[in-house]
């Protein structure tokens, strides 16, 4: 066997020892009061600007993705809802609940929260917001009953206060 065989030999065995991946089509809906943006691995999506609104976005993800949502209260209720749907397979935020993770923004010191390769494993579990998904403050027309996300916001944030949440995509989500 030649060197140039052997190479090839070798990486052919490697190849079929890594799994390939591949993206999912899914569905990202979020909406805020009162205003969040959405990302996808640092890059971002989409915007919604008032709580009655909320964000309806196409996408691939593949399991390691970053979904990351800044959400800003401008004053009175606050909380954030975020549903990513794919089939019959969803990842919904959820009072006290994985796999969203939740912190107050001003406590994230490193920029590239939005990013893969951040470690969020011991940001704190999505708290309650200041009201639910059937009272006034709720987006209308918001997915509630089919995917069964609830509103939510991060611990020691209040009024006036914008939040960071963070889902790593993994394969009960796609």
Do not use: H
Not at 140 to 152: E, G, H, L, M
Request: hydrophobic share 40%; glycine share 6%.
């Amino acid at each position: 066997m030649t060197r140039s065989t052997a190479l090839w030999a070798a990486a052919f065995a490697l190849m079929t020892l890594v799994s390939v991946s591949y993206s999912e089509k899914a569905q990202i809906y979020v909406a805020a009061d009162d205003r969040a943006a959405v990302y996808l691995n640092g890059e971002l999506l989409a915007k919604t600007y008032d709580w009655p609104n909320f964000v309806n976005y196409s996408l691939n993800v593949n399991v390691g993705d970053v979904i990351a949502v800044e959400a800003t209260d401008l004053g009175g209720g606050y909380g954030v809802v975020a549903a990513l749907v794919s089939g019959s397979k969803q990842c919904v935020t959820k009072k006290g609940k994985e796999p969203w993770r939740a912190v107050k923004s001003s406590k994230v010191r490193n920029k590239d929260w939005k990013c893969k390769g951040f470690d969020s494993s011991l940001w704190p579990l999505p708290m309650p917001a200041s009201f639910t998904e059937t009272e006034t403050g709720a987006a209308i027309n918001f997915p509630y009953k089919s995917t069964k996300a609830q509103y939510v916001w991060a611990r020691r944030a209040g009024e006036r206060s914008t939040v960071a949440l963070r889902l790593v995509v993994t394969r009960d989500c796609v």
